[in-house]
């Protein structure tokens, strides 16, 4: 793999054309996290919010000890709600159980949706046991969408003590709620689990089945 060149990618973060800089983050993912920080950083405050958005993104994925501080500043401080929601995601691929705190006081305190699901998805990211009250909270919000982020959450932090609470949405209108129910119960192997994904192997919508199906193959977790 050829090696990027990192002064020609901090030239083009210096171009007055945004393509080019959405360009240069995007070839970043070949350069080390160490190297990529400064030239992230050049373009985190960048006057169009898509630029800024990858730039958060690439916050989370070339992690550096200096990533935790910068994205909850993010979260806390940015006046664009979207880019607030980036650095939520952001912070769930760090998957520093710091970031707890931060996470929780954004779905709490947030009024735009987008956040609060962006908080709750890297909840289940960082995989701390202590979201599943929070996660509780957004499973019963009666939004769809957060009740899928709820169940995808639910099952990534291993809340087995939750396990009545997810499938009270076995039989729910919005596919997409079964089918992260699917993908939720095999990380909670169980007998009731099992029971509960030969009943959605028959659902009506393919996906569903094919996420149960996927569920039942998973190694050593279902014995039907």
């Avoid at 020609?8 to 800089?21: G, H, K, M, P, V």
């Avoid at 400064?38 to 958060?56: F, G």
């Avoid at 962006?118 to 009740?147: C, F, H, T, W």
Wanted: with cysteine.
């Amino acid at each position: 793999m050829i090696q990027p060149d990192l002064e020609q990618i901090a030239l083009q973060l210096e171009s007055q054309n945004s393509r080019d800089r959405m360009l240069a983050l995007v070839s970043l993912r070949h350069v080390s996290s160490h190297d990529a920080l400064p030239l992230i950083k050049k373009v985190l405050n960048d006057e169009v919010l898509q630029v800024r958005s990858m730039a958060v993104f690439a916050l989370g994925v070339k992690p550096t000890e200096e990533s935790y501080a910068m994205l909850v500043k993010c979260l806390q401080t940015d006046p664009d709600y979207g880019i607030r929601a980036d650095a939520a995601g952001a912070l769930g691929y760090l998957e520093d159980k710091r970031a707890f705190e931060p996470l929780v006081r954004a779905f709490y305190e947030e009024t735009q949706w987008l956040v609060r699901f962006s908080a709750a998805v890297a909840l289940g990211n960082i995989g701390d046991i202590r979201a599943r009250k929070v996660l509780i909270e957004a499973l019963y919000s009666q939004e769809p969408v957060m009740e899928q982020a709820a169940i995808a959450a639910l099952g990534e932090i291993g809340a087995m003590e939750s396990l009545d609470d997810i499938l009270s949405f076995i039989d729910s209108e919005d596919w997409l709620v079964r089918q992260r129910l699917a993908e939720a119960l095999s990380h909670l192997p169980c007998e009731k689990s099992a029971s509960a994904l030969q009943y959605l192997v028959k659902d009506d919508h393919s996906q569903v089945r094919e996420a149960a199906l996927f569920a039942i193959d998973r190694p050593m977790n279902y014995e039907l």
